[in-house]
């Protein structure tokens, strides 16, 4: 995403955290089901008493409490509190009263109100929803989307991944390999080249496309209906982060509903039931919240492979669903649920998610916005479009006494933290600030090959690195990164950046081709490919488009264990 994206939703650790809340706050209720129970803080009776002392002491016991204490979802949304209860070993005081009437399969409870107006959007949404604004936006976004698979492509996270797809047979394809495998293997290794560089859209939300891709294959979608479970799984994780807490960083946790967007669009094209989509929901949501730890400190593979395990996670929850799992019933708002994990939400859950009826995939990327010109994280995009050229044309690295950068609170943190002064791997110097003010200073220019260990273990870039110094600005009306350069006579001069500039239609399919052409896809290939995957309406069998680019480039064989090209 980009720095003010980050920002906004972050608020600088705006959201309320567990650990810093008070008695008050941790003694919560489950919500929407009907019954409320509140913590009582007198002392509880002993375990020994109910030959239970080996166990830790209660924090309270739990007990019935008057109606007027009962809360439901405008209440969270109102009052910004849920209270329930969070110690371990209660002592409990309840009687009989609750009726389960809910209906559901195998006795599963009610569905919470955030689950309920989820999946009665992805039941009630459908090709036929499809404007022609709207498929023109896909089509343009399909063509960013491919190319960044491309530059994904033989990748050393994309090798291990089609290894292991080798070892699991199903029907689904892994793109550029060949490979035949299962879905979820599939959704994997696709989604994981379309974010690696990170050189795909903003918000990352299209990495998904690799596990709607998978299901529609192997079930024969046709394009337009996977062009729905796009749109579908666009406006779930939209909806979700629009609450206050973001789909970025909320509390801690690092795009956490990927899994939710990619389970609802699988699960549409399954044919799911609503039933079965709220099972689908809450099996991608409750076991797999991601740490958002993969992108501090020094950078792993797993930064750049994080979020396809989320769309992986999202499919195999809807494949449990469609054969009868079911899943917990309060996903959001039962007691120690996502909203007392993350805090409470702050708006109000919409889908769709715009006030004139237009999905999120339109009001995000229908005018150019959303994309990246820049083959670098997204922090950086100001600092490549506005001050790299001008900054490499006024000095050469060796004139430079001192750089000094200022940047936002959220760049500050991920990209500016110690350990991106040294970079030894591809992931670590595309998420180092100090090392792509470097690589301007050298080159004035940033592509897929900026980010190999001959460039980011180059002295020079190493004596320029060590010569910066960034600090964060916190106000909110920060306008963006501010780099000021001095130079050993002494002369000084400030940069500073603008907003990102849109992309148009023209911008994004020189970017397709540029990124075909660096990864050796060859010419037919590509525009034969461009003019199907922008022409989704069309397409009667996903399978066959898919089939255009199950194998493209010079790929080596998986068998060979030197690095990658571009790792």
């Known amino acids: 995403m980009t720095e003010n994206n980050m920002d906004e939703m972050k608020k600088h650790n705006g959201g309320r955290r567990l650990s810093g809340l008070g008695r008050r706050d941790l003694m919560k209720i489950g919500v929407g089901a009907g019954v409320a129970m509140a913590g009582m803080l007198a002392a509880p009776a002993s375990w020994a008493q109910q030959g239970q002392a080996a166990l830790p002491p209660p924090s309270g016991p739990l007990g019935q409490v008057n109606h007027e204490r009962l809360q439901h979802w405008p209440d969270i949304r109102e009052s910004q509190e849920v209270v329930a209860s969070v110690g371990p070993g209660y002592i409990t005081s309840t009687g009989p009263g609750w009726v389960n009437n809910s209906g559901r399969a195998s006795g599963n409870g009610p569905m919470d109100e955030c689950s309920r107006r989820i999946v009665e959007f992805v039941s009630s949404y459908s090709e036929s929803n499809l404007t022609d604004s709207l498929l023109e936006t896909i089509g343009y976004l399909m063509a960013d989307t491919l190319g960044a698979l491309y530059g994904g492509f033989e990748s050393e996270p994309a090798r291990i991944g089609a290894r292991l797809a080798e070892t699991m047979p199903g029907p689904c394809t892994v793109l550029g390999y060949g490979i035949k495998t299962t879905y979820e293997m599939a959704a994997f290794c696709n989604g994981l080249m379309i ?48 609450t206050g807490q973001g789909n970025y960083d909320p509390g801690g946790w690092d795009s956490p509903y990927h899994s939710v967007g990619a389970a609802m669009g699988a699960g549409k094209l399954m044919g799911l039931n609503q039933d079965q989509l709220a099972n689908a929901l809450a099996l991608a949501l409750v076991p797999h919240m991601p740490m958002y730890v993969c992108h501090i400190g020094t950078q792993s593979m797993w930064k750049g492979t994080h979020s396809s395990e989320q769309v992986r996670n999202g499919v195999w ?73 001008p900054l490499h044309e006024w000095t050469k690295p060796d004139e430079v006494a001192s750089i ?30 100090p090392y792509n003010v470097a690589r301007g200073i050298i080159d004035g220019e940033v592509y897929l090959d900026s980010f190999t260990r001959e460039k980011y273990m180059d002295p020079v ?107």
């Open 195 to 242: 974010r690696h560089t990170d050189f795909n859209c903003v918000p990352h939300n299209n990495e998904m496309f690799g596990g709607i891709l998978a299901v529609g294959e192997a079930l024969h979608s046709t394009g337009p209906q996977v062009m729905a479970a796009m749109v579908i799984a666009y406006e779930v994780v939209t909806a979700i982060g629009n």
């Open 461 to 567: 870039a190493r004596d320029l690195m060590n010569k910066t110094t960034i600090h964060a600005n916190v106000s909110p009306e920060f306008p963006g990164t501010t780099i000021t350069v001095r130079k050993k006579s002494g002369q000084e001069r400030v940069f500073k950046a603008q907003p990102a500039t849109l992309m148009s239609h023209e911008d994004l399919i020189q970017k397709y081709n540029r990124l075909a052409g660096f990864m050796q896809v060859e010419k037919g290939q590509r525009d034969r490919a461009l003019q199907q995957w922008m022409n989704l309406r069309s397409c009667k069998d996903i399978a066959d488009v898919m089939q255009t680019i199950a194998k493209f480039g010079r790929p080596r064989p998986l068998s060979d264990m030197s690095p990658a090209r571009i790792s």
């Open 317 to 389: 929850g809807a494949m449990l669903a469609r054969a009868g799992m079911t899943g917990p019933c309060m996903p959001f708002e039962a007691r120690d649920g996502l909203i007392a994990h993350i805090g409470p939400f702050t708006r109000d859950l919409k889908l769709p998610t715009s006030p004139d009826g237009r999905v999120a995939l339109e009001t995000i990327h229908g005018k150019g916005g959303g994309y990246k010109k820049f083959a670098s994280e997204g922090n950086t995009q100001t600092f490549w479009e506005w001050i790299a050229k």
């Open 404 to 433: 000094d950068v200022e940047c936002s609170y959220f760049a500050w943190q991920e990209i500016s933290d110690p350990p991106k002064w040294d970079p030894r791997n591809r992931e670590t110097a595309d998420h180092s600030m």
